[in-house]
């Protein structure tokens, strides 16, 4: 069965500073990965997706993630971290497979300081 | 476009009582899934369904049931809720024919707070 690790529960960096959260999955194939975004009382919103072809795949507000299949890792990137960007991210893993559920990690929570 | 509308947004339900959490995907989405959200334990599945008139037990269903009708609507019933099932649920669906176009992505609904007292 496949899992997910967010190493980091809660992390906080300066306003402008460059950011990058850590994933580990464990599936035996290969995984289709995908990073989600949420803000306070609000649903969840993809921000990229990987499954194929270009290991570093580009999301929506200036994200980025490169999958290392020799790492098992799947980790989010952004250059310049803005006040707006703080909030709960979650990496999830799934088969590719018609119809089944994702496993999501338990989530890091990203503070923004001035 | 709507995607999926949760309802009650929030609730606050005795002990004891049952309650069922309302979801409607207007997506024409096969599969739909109830995850539970809690503090450190990120989300986990309760249940799910591939299609209209099939359903599978996830991580945690003990205390849950769900149904499908249709393609469209994917209740989750509490029926005897209990201060553990406190938690905000939120409902999702994805489109699960199999092809090169379908990642598995997840669109999720906006959550409904449930408060067991």
């Known amino acids: 069965a496949q899992s997910v690790t967010q190493p980091d529960i809660h992390i906080t960096v300066s306003e402008g500073a460059s950011l990058e959260l850590r994933c580990n999955y464990s599936?035996?194939?290969?995984?289709?990965l995908f990073w989600y975004v949420q803000s306070p009382g609000q649903g969840l919103q993809l921000l990229l997706k990987?499954?194929?072809?270009?290991?570093l795949v580009q999301g929506i507000k200036g994200f980025e993630a490169e999958f290392k299949r020799s790492q098992s890792s799947f980790n989010l990137r952004k250059p310049s971290v803005h006040w707006s960007d703080a909030a709960e991210y979650f990496c999830?893993?799934?088969?590719?497979?018609?119809?089944?559920?994702?496993?999501f990690g338990k989530g890091t929570t990203l503070s923004v300081s001035s | 476009t709507a995607g999926i509308t949760q309802a009650p947004t929030s609730q606050i339900l005795a002990a004891g009582r049952s309650m069922t959490l309302r979801c409607t995907q207007d997506?024409?989405?096969?599969?739909m899934y109830w995850y539970r959200q809690d503090l450190g334990l990120g989300l986990r599945l309760i249940h799910y369904?591939?299609?209209?008139?099939?359903?599978g037990k996830g991580e945690v269903p003990d205390g849950y049931s769900v149904s499908r009708a249709n393609t469209d609507d994917f209740p989750l019933t509490l029926a005897s809720a209990v201060p553990s099932q406190t938690s905000v649920y939120f409902c999702?669906?994805?489109?699960?024919?199999?092809?090169?176009?379908?990642?598995?992505?997840?669109?999720f609904g906006e959550g409904s707070r449930l408060t067991v007292l």
């Open positions: 999702a669906s994805s489109d699960s024919w199999t092809g090169a176009s379908n990642t598995g992505e997840l669109f």
């Open positions: 599936y035996g194939a290969t995984p289709y």
């Open positions: 990987y499954f194929s072809g270009d290991t």
């Open positions: 999830a893993v799934g088969t590719g497979q018609a119809g089944t559920a994702l496993i």
């Open positions: 997506m024409r989405h096969n599969a």
């Open positions: 369904s591939n299609t209209a008139g099939t359903t």
